[in-house]
């Protein structure tokens, strides 16, 4: 972006004008990337789920919210470590803790609330769901059913690279039905074994079959002008997953939004870019869920093979973005909270001349909130420690010295308002 555009955001109010649907689908992206190497289980099971609901003779409406809930399932997770247990186990004692987490989200935003409840049970088996006081039949069969194709999804992943899954479906499907009645209601068990006799129910798990669904899915579906209130809470909402991967991470994209937005304010940008950039920080670090647990946790220094998948996940967050009409421009300031003006940041080694404020406040924010938030390694710096090791980074051109300058007038407030729950030097 160049000069000219970064000025004139100065004084522009610019709305956000975006589809709601269109932002909980690339988002879902995010979910999806904790599975590193595997990055489509929330589609495929929303897929098999859409299918399954459409056998049933439900509704297309119906299938389009089964749809949604299998892409959403797996919201409360964000730990690489959970996920394995996800894929390689049928269950396991730890399973019900990211429904919970799940449920919890999904209720705080009123647009997704439908699915709290069906996510909360997603791994409850049928026989103690049936009996659930206070559940409705809708419900707990939505709950089951993705449970369901859920756990056919877990037994067929080491066969969707290989070209072998075909050849084992039979044996899948064997395995869902000897579970019927105990996991699996056994009208949705019936439902699944018709549904799955077609080897087109299987090859629409491939790539290019998720592709086309994905696309047919937006083409049906009505549009949702979203508002910038929705927007700011759907990105708190992820902005829980990410600062939930690690206990390092805690609460840091809330405290790089907040100081973002105080900075923002400070040098004269509008509300509506306020907004915008506060939206950016919110989700700057989605990329980082396909970061191994272990890495973003290791105390000791990172091989360059970490380092690289450290280095990765900004452009993974531009991904996600950049695929939202109307977040062209947080896509780009989300992704480019790495870059330095002196170009050698990552992952697009942009210039100083080529980076707007908005990117420049957000590289700012995130170095500072880091600096000044309690790690499990290490107490938050004090203010002046803050300042010096900024005014430091600022001096080698790895920072922009008139966002710092910013900051410095005011030290008390700028960390009170990174640390948006916790101590203020």
């Known amino acids: 972006m160049s000069h000219t555009t970064a000025s004139r955001s100065l004084h522009d109010d610019c709305s956000i004008h975006v589809d709601l649907r269109e932002v909980i689908h690339a988002l879902s992206d995010a979910l999806d990337l904790v599975g590193i190497d595997d990055v489509a289980h929330g589609k495929r099971v929303g897929i098999m789920a859409y299918h399954c609901a459409l056998t049933r003779g439900q509704s297309r409406s119906q299938a389009s919210f089964l749809f949604d809930l299998g892409l959403l399932h797996d919201i409360g997770v964000s730990s690489t470590r959970t ?15 990211h429904c919970q987490t799940g449920a919890t989200l999904l209720a705080s935003f009123s647009p997704l609330a439908a699915m709290a409840e069906p996510v909360r049970h997603h791994h409850t088996p049928w026989e103690t769901l049936a009996s659930m006081p206070g559940l409705s039949r809708e419900v707990a069969e939505q709950a089951n059913l993705i449970y369901l194709v859920d756990r056919v999804d877990a037994m067929a992943a080491p066969f969707y690279s290989n070209g072998e899954l075909l050849t084992h479906t039979p044996g899948i499907r064997q395995q869902i039905a000897q579970r019927s009645g105990q996991y699996f ?88 870019r306020c907004d915008q950039l506060e939206i950016a920080a919110l989700l700057h670090d989605l990329g980082k869920l396909r970061v191994p647990d272990e890495i973003l946790e290791k105390p000791a220094g990172l091989t360059s093979r970490e380092r690289s998948l450290i ?36 992952p697009f080694h942009l210039s100083a001349d080529r980076m707007c404020i908005e990117a420049r406040i957000l590289r700012v924010a995130d170095i500072f909130q880091a600096l000044a938030q309690d790690r499990p390694y290490r107490p938050g710096l004090s203010a002046e420690a803050v300042l010096a090791t900024l005014q430091q980074l600022a001096a080698q051109q790895r920072i922009d010295p008139a966002i710092l300058a910013i900051a410095a007038r005011d030290m008390t407030a700028a960390m009170a308002a990174a640390l948006p729950a916790g101590k203020a030097a």
């Open 185 to 272: 209601a056994p009208q949705l068990v019936e439902t699944f074994l018709q549904a799955s006799q077609a080897e087109a129910f299987w090859l629409q798990l491939e790539p290019r079959g998720i592709v086309g669904m994905l696309q047919d899915m937006r083409e049906l579906s009505l549009p949702c002008q979203a508002s910038t209130a929705q927007l700011k809470q759907l990105a708190t909402l992820f902005s829980c997953i990410v600062d939930a991967k690690s206990p390092f991470t805690a609460r840091h994209s809330q405290g790089v939004a907040g100081l973002s937005r105080w900075l923002a304010e400070r040098l004269g940008l509008t509300p509506g």
């Open 311 to 346: 280095n990765a996940h900004s452009f993974e967050t531009y991904q996600i973005l950049r695929h939202i009409r109307g977040f062209e421009e947080i896509a780009c300031w989300a992704a480019y909270h790495h870059e330095e003006p002196d170009g050698h940041g990552y």
């Open 83 to 97: 996920h394995q247990h996800l894929v390689s186990e049928f269950d396991w004692a730890g399973s019900q803790q």
